[in-house]
Structures are given as C-alpha cells and as structure tokens.
C-alpha cells in the first residue's frame, strides 16, 4: 500500500551490519531513493523472490540514484537465525552484495526493533523511500518487478528539492559534472 502523504522513516536500529565498511543511516542515504527489504533467512518468500530482487536492484540502478539495504529481521527461529555467522554463510552463498543490517533484537526473542518502528508485518516486507527520506511505498509480501520499477523510476526522476540538494562537486552544476580540461605539454619530447 502507498502512503497519501509521505512521512519520514524512523531510523533504522542495527546490532550489526554485512557488506559494508561502516554502518549505514537512513539518513545518510538522503538524496537517494532508497529499497529496505526485509527478510530471515528461513523465508522461502524472501529467498525465492525477494532477495533475487533486491540483488537485481542493487545492480541495475546506479548506487548515486538508489541504495538498496537488507534488513535481516529475527521474529521467530532465533536460536538458528539469530547467529551473525549462519548470516554471513547465507550471505556468500546467495552471493548477496548490497550492505545488510542485522536488526536489533527486543531482548525477549520477541519483534525485533526496528521490525516494530517500521510497523513491518512479517517477511519479505519492502519499504521504499524517497530522495527526503520519506516512505512511499510499505508493503508486505512479493511485489511485481514492473509495479516496483515503475515507481522506482518515478522516484529516481523525481527533483530533490533545494533545501534537501546535495552539494555540487567543483565544476558541477544542473546540467552535469564535464571532465577536467586535459593538460597539455609545451615542451617537445625528448628524441
């Protein structure tokens, strides 16, 4: 289901994260679109469609237009789902190279954290953001490739309002960022 009026994403609240260097903030994806699919391992769902189609977002859309973050969220199975080295197997061996983030557990071996501020219904659950952040798309369960890269699309060409504009690198203005200028020798070469 879309949300009529787009509202921030709460934060992500991760114990710890795969394939990446340091961890990841919503926040810090601003500017992006952003797919957070959530999955367990165990989810013959999650492993039949949802993560083959989180993977191949992650390698059509250029990285600079849209982030693609895992959220491996533990609501049940926990004694067998809940090691980070049964993840990292399942990782490698699913060939999964978009950063994933374990949520954080609730302590009891109940809803994870983030699971509950995201209001997720169970596995897999795909939230999609805009480039400020903001959910406009909460769904449960397998989507359709051509509805799910419409609105992405959509998303991508969306304008990032002024106030929420990255900064340009030198050079770089709404038109683009030109190659630098190729120096050229004055001298001859020597013989």
Known sequence: ????????????????WLNTPTPITLASLRGRVVVLHAFQMLCPGCVSHGLPQ???????????QLAVVGLHTVFEHHAVMGRVAALRAFVHEYRLSFPIGIDQPDGH?????SMQALRLRGTPS??????????????FGPIDDLQLGALLGQLVGEPLP???????ADGCDDRGCPLPPVATSTTAPAA
């Open 1 to 16: 289901m879309t949300s009529t009026t787009p509202l921030p994403a709460p934060a992500l609240q991760v114990a710890h």
């Open 54 to 64: 989180a993977q191949r977002l992650h390698q059509l859309f250029p990285p600079e």
């Open 109 to 113: 071996d109940g809803v994870p954290l």
């Open 126 to 139: 795909l939230v999609v953001l805009d480039r400020q952040g903001r959910v406009r798309l909460h769904h």
């Open 162 to 168: 002024a106030a929420h504009a990255l900064p340009a």
